[in-house]
């Protein structure tokens, strides 16, 4: 039970008697301490012959005792290719670093720093530090969530740009690379606005069998639906590696699509049934737009986050 002198009341209003004068008032909350809230009931109030006032209220949400109940916040770290995230603030234990904290003061305030290895650029921030293009960023770990950055190679016609493309279009967040066979971290992308591109490069395997990955997209819950992904020679682009090939789809809610790395002879087999692209450490870019088909932006600011895999 804690008690609080309010010295600033200067009249306190009496049914239709008129107003009387107080000379000090004195509330006192039940329910113990509850920092998180600032809403109270009054329970009584009286009034002693010298004008002093005391209200008993109670804390809303006290909950016998009022203190809220610590629970464990996890971030995950996804390392970009070419790149290391350190973390100060929390122990990063392989991808993860936890906390137990309630949300507020208590809880850790972390800061990521972003290592670029020889050869590669630092490109931006997304998840939990989505938005900053510095080499560090700093956070309360308030909720669980993820944290990556994309990167880029150096030189290469435009910083990690094929010499043979266009420069990627403005926004375009450019990822890790992984064999388009291997199994692909999932990854919660957050661009930092609805005209924001995802790009992921990816290179086919060498070798002479024909395989398979499907590419998986999913909005998560609560994001606004409508994505459209290309698998193109170039990042960011809408251009699909082969026109007559099913490398372009919409997705609503969920999709999944298989794509087929396969020798020059057999393309023309596979070309009309899946997205065909060529064997032999050729590179590709997978290409995640917060559009449909037809172009038409299908997110808000805050609510494009979806996640992508391969397998």
């Known amino acids: 039970m804690k008690k609080y002198l309010l010295a600033a009341i200067s009249s306190l209003a009496l049914g239709a008697s008129g107003a009387l004068w107080a ?29 002093n006032v005391t209200l008993s209220v109670t804390a809303v949400g006290g909950g016998g005792g009022g203190t809220p109940t610590p629970t464990q916040k996890t971030l995950t770290v996804i390392q970009p290719t070419g790149g290391t995230i350190s973390l100060s603030g929390v122990t990063l234990n ?34 939990l530090c989505s938005g900053s293009a510095a080499s560090t ?30 420069a990627a279009p403005a926004g375009t967040a450019l990822t890790q690379t992984n064999a388009f066979v291997a199994a692909y971290p999932q990854v919660t992308v957050v661009p930092m606005t609805p005209a924001s591109i995802a790009s992921y490069r990816v290179t086919t395997a060498n070798t002479s069998n024909i395989l398979s990955s499907k590419v998986d997209v999913t909005r998560t819950a609560g994001m606004d639906p409508g994505k459209y992904v290309v ?16 490398c372009a789809w919409a997705v609503a809610d969920s999709r999944q699509n298989l794509v087929y790395t396969v020798t020059g002879n057999n393309m023309n087999t596979y070309k009309n049934q899946y997205c065909v692209v060529e064997q032999g450490g050729k590179e590709y870019f997978i290409n995640v737009f917060n559009t449909d088909a037809a172009g038409n932006t299908t997110c808000a600011a805050g609510k494009c986050t979806f996640y992508l895999s391969i397998n």
């Open 231 to 246: 698998v193109s020679d170039c990042p960011g682009s809408t251009a699909p590696v082969n026109a007559n090939a099913k």
């Open 23 to 51: 000379a000090d008032a004195t509330i006192t909350i039940s329910g113990g301490s509850n920092p998180g809230s600032t809403t109270y009931t009054l329970n009584s109030m009286q009034l002693d012959a010298s004008g």
């Open 94 to 127: 392989g991808s993860t670093a936890t906390a137990t904290c309630t949300t507020g003061e208590d809880c850790p305030t972390v800061t990521a720093t972003l290592t670029m290895s020889s050869g590669y650029n630092a490109g931006n921030w997304s998840g």
């Open 137 to 166: 960023c700093t956070f309360t770990l308030n909720n669980s969530g993820s944290l990556s950055a994309s990167t880029s190679q150096a030189g290469g016609g435009g910083g990690g740009t094929p010499a043979n493309c266009p």
